[in-house]
């Protein structure tokens, strides 16, 4: 090989080489440039020197303020119970001869539900009524003695006595052979049957014979905060709606705890509903409303519009395309409204949303517009 050729293939061999060291930092250096050309607005405006300075308008939802009819509420929960209920039991002990009544049969006051047998009862009572008609006789003789001073006051007072003590005795009879006729207390429903004819029934052993309910009319039992004690008083009314469906009822208070609980400081109510057609059940649970007043103006806008600081609230409204701070004072809160009371006016355009991207003087951008009515 010649001299020239051996110089040529040596100078290539060190261009390689040079090339392949510097490769990686060539390389980065036009990545760098690249991303620094992309990352540049197009044309030579001032946003392509100083990048987004100020912004463009932010975008916000509006609502126009309106009217409302306001209401002040108490909302709490509570149980609807039975306006009368009652455990049928015997008072007496004995043999069940007969039961005159169908599970779920609505029965009047005074019906014969039970009978226990009384035939011990019923002998003891005839037993008495023998001695007392001897009594009697013995009585009418003694008495005719001392009419005629053939005996003395005492032996006249010790007939009467026997006599008077046979009276009480057959009474006392009487009221225990009355318990074997277990009759309603008041008119109602029967429920379910936990005895038969011929169960054998003990005071001793609390045994039960059914349930007596009456639900007409229906009973709920609620409480409100303490704050709200002098806001409630008999004849208060009350709407309510159940577990089972949105179908509204309506009540009013007929009695109040007189005393405040010391654990929950809440005020226990209790109110009556017309039941007419049998829609509340005993036991269910009860979303209640006491409305205690009602604004026929007034002003509610969402809880997202307001914004708490240190000296008290404010919100924002679009004047001339701009938003704009304005203080308000505020009233009632409910679950996703506030009322105003002071600081907005009819007409007014409030800022709903998009507020942590406006500032005060910035213009703004409406995206979507609602009338409050």
Same mark, same amino acid.
């Given at each position: 090989?010649?001299?020239?050729v !051996?110089?040529i &293939?040596? /100078? ?20 760098k ?5 992309a990352g540049a607005? @197009? ?5 392509a020197?100083? =990048?987004?300075k100020? *912004? ?10 309106g ?5 002040e509420k ?12 009652? %455990? ?13 009544? @169908? ?8 019906t014969?539900l039970?009978?226990?047998? %009384?035939?011990?009862?019923?002998a003891q009572?005839?037993?008495l009524?023998?001695q ?19 005996i003395?006051?005492? %032996? ?6 026997n ?10 009879l009487?009221?225990?052979i009355? @318990? ?11 429920? &379910?049957?936990?005895v038969s ?6 005071p001793g052993? /609390?045994? @039960?014979?059914?349930?007596?309910t ?10 409100v ?9 008999k ?16 009540g ?5 705890e ?13 109110a ?7 829609? &509340?059940?005993?036991g269910?649970f009860?979303?209640?409303e ?15 519009a307001?914004i ?13 395309? !701009?938003?704009?701070?304005?203080? /308000? ?13 002071k =600081?907005?006016n009819?007409?007014?355009?409030l800022?709903?949303?998009?507020? &942590?991207?406006? !500032?005060? *003087? ?8 609602? /009338?409050?009515?």
């Open positions: 090989m010649s001299k020239p !051996k110089s &293939l040596t /100078v290539l061999v060190i261009l390689i080489i040079t090339g392949l060291a510097f490769y990686p930092r060539l390389k980065e250096y036009t990545s440039k690249e991303e620094k050309g607005p @197009k044309g030579g405006g001032p946003a020197q100083g =990048g987004a100020g *912004g463009g308008p932010a975008p916000i939802n509006i609502m126009v303020i009217n409302q009819r306001l209401e108490i909302l709490s929960t509570g149980t609807i119970i039975a306006n009368e209920e009652v %455990d049928i039991r015997s008072e007496i002990a004995g043999r069940i001869t007969s039961i005159n009544f @169908k599970e779920g049969d609505y029965v009047k006051k005074g014969v039970v009978r226990i047998n %009384d035939a011990d009862l019923q009572l005839q037993k009524q023998y007392k008609k001897l009594a009697e006789v013995n009585e009418e003789r003694q008495k005719k003695l001392l009419e005629k001073e053939a003395s006051q005492r %032996d006249y007072d010790i007939s009467l006595t006599l008077n003590s046979m009276n009480a005795d057959i009474q006392n009487e009221a225990q009355a @318990k074997t006729v277990i009759r309603a207390p008041f008119d109602g429903t029967i429920g &379910l049957r936990y004819e011929g169960s054998y029934l003990s052993t /609390v045994a @039960k014979i059914a349930t007596l009456n639900v007409n009319p229906a009973k709920i039992d609620f409480s905060p303490a704050k709200y004690a002098a806001n409630v008083a004849g208060t009314a009350i709407t309510f709606t159940t577990e089972s469906g949105d179908e509204k009822f309506y009013r208070v007929y009695a109040i007189p005393k405040i609980d010391p654990n929950t400081r809440t005020l226990t109510l209790r009556t509903s017309p039941n007419n057609n049998r829609k &509340l059940f005993p269910s009860a979303r209640i006491i409305i205690l007043n009602t604004k026929a103006n007034g002003i509610l806008v969402p809880t997202e307001v708490p600081g240190l000296k008290g609230h404010s919100v924002f409204v679009v004047r001339n395309n !701009k938003a704009e701070p304005v203080e /308000v004072q505020i009233g009632t809160r409910g679950d996703k409204t506030i009322e105003i009371y =600081g907005l009819v007409g007014d355009t800022i709903t949303s998009g507020i &942590l991207q406006v !500032k005060p *003087g910035g213009p703004v951008d409406i995206k979507e517009a609602m /009338v409050k009515q």
